[in-house]
């Protein structure tokens, strides 16, 4: 199993599932500094799946080239049986609302409440929406992360455990299908980090929706991925559940769980 | 001379680099000297190349500003938070400024006039001045200070925070809400606050001159309205136009383009200011020679 793994070889777990997000041959250089490097990967209907990779090895501009913040230089991404870059920008912002995507710093707008933050793509997607279904929607998607009270507060009085909260409450408020998560336990406590990941396996079960996972944080690995990718030279270098890569003897997957 | 830059550079105890003006300064302590010493042909290339780039892209940023800016799903809630903002927090130092600047010119002036005779012209010299040149100039530093700083620090954090990343992964086009008010904003509220610092500044010319002198509002009003016509007021107005705009332009794209951390976010600030201040007296240069040849002055 240890080795860089060829599309053909992939595990054929979940095939006959819809593929949500799939990738191929995914290149990206930023000057003479090779980021990814041909990376594949395909994503089922329903699936969590984890990229783990090292601090700097190319996980963040990953999950950017699959919501088309970062350009690929060679590759292909397909995001619910569409190419993310042969899409003009009014597709390509209707594809986004199917998308969900938590930021590692949350990206809170630091100017708008916690309501305001909430209803900003409300305002720009659903426009036939009334206020009494903005407040409903709000009400629900902070009730969904315990935080009703925070309504009418301002990112910077909230801690970094509820801002982390308010960033998923936002990324869900639309009813994405997919989700991108970026790194979301670290910077948390441990205590702290595991309510995010229970909280994200509610809510996807709640919402049904499918997601990859971007983290070097094995406990996360172990509490809420189906299947873990290991990004390693940037490439797909191994694929398995926790259990498997665990069992590996490759050096390579076992210098991840060193501390485990 | 390569010897002897290598000489004292070996001795110095501070070196100083400015890559944009193409200068090291050098003070050494040991030879009790300083220097500035240039840089080879090749840095001077590299920063000539990146002047021209740098303005490239702010005509190209201002081109996409124009596209965007009359395109539908305007965001006017915003437009009227930042003329809010940009404008109404902007009263006071503008208000200020104005008041001092119209009061020193009247004091400044007096012996000047007084000497020649005319200081029956004060009101109107004041008045020509303040409309024509010193309140739009003026007014324009101080908000090229004040609201350009404000643009790029706070776009520029929002950039290296990910909240432009954020609004553009939700489907939200974020030039349209960013810049587009911004940038707005500033064409609205600059002319405004220029006629607010014209009046202001009159106002406290009419106290200058009552402060050696006894003149009636009624008198002083007629001095000065009968010395202004409207080829005084109404390219000054243009022109303030063209100051909000390159206020709003350079805030923004400074602001928007902003990397490096919260390092970039103090030099996108600084440099809003800089670049914003030089390109108002550019456009004031052209200005006065545009209406030099339509015979306006």
């Not at chain 1, 407040?135 to 909230?158: I, R």
């Not at chain 2, 001379?1 to 050494?28: K, Q, Y």
């Not at chain 2, 010395?227 to 602001?255: E, Q, R, T, W």
Request: with cysteine.
């Amino acid at each position: 199993m240890a080795g860089a793994i060829d599309s053909k070889m992939r595990p054929t777990v979940g095939v006959e599932r819809e593929v949500v997000i799939r990738l191929r041959d995914l290149r990206k250089a930023f000057g003479t500094n090779k980021v990814l490097k041909g990376f594949d990967l395909d994503v089922h209907r329903g699936e969590n799946v984890m990229v783990l990779g090292k601090s700097g090895s190319g996980k963040s501009v990953l999950i950017k080239c699959i919501v088309g913040l970062l350009r690929p230089d060679q590759g292909q991404v397909m995001v619910l049986g569409q190419d993310v870059y042969a899409l003009g920008q009014d597709d390509l912002d209707h594809l986004r609302v199917r998308i969900g995507f938590l930021f590692q710093s949350s990206a809170l707008y630091d100017s708008m409440t916690v309501r305001e933050n909430l209803e900003f793509p409300l305002r720009r997607h659903w426009f036939a929406q009334s206020a009494e279904e903005r407040d409903a929607l709000v009400k629900e998607a902070l009730e969904n992360v315990g935080l009703e009270h925070t309504a009418d507060l301002y990112p910077s009085e909230l801690s970094g455990g509820m801002r982390r909260r308010i960033g998923l409450a936002r990324t869900l408020i639309l009813k994405p299908e997919i989700v991108l998560y970026d790194e979301p336990t670290t910077g948390l406590d441990p205590i702290t980090g595991k309510e995010i990941v229970e909280l994200i396996l509610r809510l996807q079960k709640k919402y049904g929706t499918s997601s990859v996972i971007i983290s070097h944080d094995l406990n996360v690995a172990k509490l809420a991925a189906n299947r873990i990718a290991v990004l390693m030279d940037g490439r797909n270098y191994v694929e398995g559940s926790y259990d498997e890569l665990r069992s590996m003897q490759d050096p390579v997957v076992q210098q991840f769980f060193i501390f485990m | 001379m390569v010897e002897e830059e290598g000489r004292i550079a070996s001795n110095c105890n501070e070196v100083f680099v400015w890559p944009h003006c193409d200068l090291t300064f050098i003070n050494s302590l040991s030879a009790r000297k300083s220097y500035f010493l240039p840089m080879d042909r090749s840095d001077v290339m590299r920063g000539a190349k990146a002047i021209i780039t740098e303005v490239g892209e702010l005509v190209g940023f201002t081109g996409r500003f124009f596209r965007e800016a009359f395109r539908s799903r305007f965001e006017w809630r915003e437009l009227v938070r930042q003329c809010y903002l940009n404008g109404y927090r902007s009263l006071p130092l503008v208000a200020i400024t104005a008041f001092i600047m119209g009061l020193v010119l009247t004091v400044q002036s007096r012996p000047t006039l007084a000497r020649f005779g005319a200081e029956t012209m004060l009101p109107a010299m004041v008045a020509i001045s303040v409309v024509r040149e010193i309140a739009p100039v003026i007014t324009a530093l101080i908000c090229a200070g004040k609201i350009g700083s404000s643009i790029g620090a706070e776009l520029g954090s929002m950039k290296v925070t990910e909240q432009i990343d954020a609004m553009e992964v939700s489907g939200t086009n974020p030039f349209k809400f960013l810049v587009v008010t911004r940038i707005w904003s500033t064409i609205l509220m600059l002319p405004l606050l220029v006629i607010l610092a014209d009046a202001i500044a009159i106002w406290a010319c009419f106290i200058g001159v009552n402060m050696k002198g006894a003149v009636t509002w009624q008198l002083f009003q007629q001095q000065v309205f009968d010395s202004l016509v409207f080829s005084d007021v109404l390219p000054a107005l243009i022109k303030s136009i063209f100051f909000g705009l390159a206020i709003g332009v350079v805030g923004c794209y400074k602001g928007y383009n902003t990397e490096k951390g919260t390092e970039g976010v103090g030099r996108s600030a600084h440099s809003a200011v800089v670049v914003a201040s030089l390109v108002i007296f550019i456009l004031d240069l052209v200005a006065v020679q545009v209406t030099e040849i339509m015979g306006l002055n």
